[in-house]
Each structure stands twice: as structure tokens, then as C-alpha cells.
Nanobody
């Protein structure tokens, strides 16, 4: 199976930057997309940014222009560069890898990291 290891969270002042990393390991899962989600207290989990194996990206409107997602497909690693951070970005950030099994029945599956806390102070 796939395991996701996240790093890079922490405390930062408004206007600062953080870079999150997530490495996926495993040999039975073909990853189609990787992404970052976040969940703030009292809020539902939401997509922040996603990237396909070919490099196509999409972003939540709230982070567009400030965050950049990138992926090293060969290493199954995804990054989230977060610039111009705002207090409203405070949340637990989760890495996600989505794909299919590499053996029959080739079913879809999705894996999640443990989450890393990002706190932005004003």
C-alpha cells in the first residue's frame, strides 16, 4: 500500500512563507493525482491545490496567486509552496494521493497523510 509522509508545517507570521512536502511510498498503487487539503476548526475539509502526473494544476480561489503546488512524479513527491500567508490559512493540511491498484481488480483508492498543522499569526 501507499504511505504518505508530510513535513514542513509550523508557525509563521502573516505575510510569511512555508513549504510543505509529501512523499508517497509503495509499489502497488499507480498515482494519478496528488494534492493538498486543509481543515480548519469548525470547517469541512477543502481542496487547496491538486496536480496531475502530467503537471496540470488547480487551486482553490482563496489561495490562487499565493500558493504553488508542484510534483516530482518520479519520486511521487508533492510540494506546496505557501507565500503571503494569512491568518485564515491556519488549518491542518493533509496530503492526498489518488489512483488505482496496479494489479487486478485495478480498483480506485485514495490515501491520506497524517496532517501537519499550519498556524499563521497576525
Amino acid at each position: 500500500q501507499v504511505q504518505l509522509v508530510e513535513s514542513g508545517g509550523g508557525l509563521v507570521q502573516a505575510g510569511g512563507s512555508l513549504r510543505l512536502s509529501c512523499a508517497a511510498s509503495g509499489s502497488i498503487f499507480s498515482i494519478n493525482t496528488m494534492g493538498w487539503y486543509r481543515q480548519a476548526p469548525g470547517k469541512q475539509r477543502e481542496l487547496v491545490a491538486g496536480v496531475t502526473r502530467g503537471g496540470s494544476t488547480n487551486y482553490a480561489d482563496s489561495v490562487k496567486g499565493r500558493f504553488t503546488i508542484s510534483r516530482d512524479s518520479a519520486k511521487n513527491t508533492v510540494y506546496l509552496q505557501m507565500n503571503m500567508l494569512k491568518p485564515e490559512d491556519t488549518a491542518v493540511y493533509y496530503c492526498n494521493a489518488d489512483g488505482v491498484l496496479t494489479s487486478p481488480p485495478f480498483t480506485h483508492d485514495s490515501y491520506w497523510g497524517q496532517g501537519t498543522q499550519v498556524t499563521v499569526s497576525s
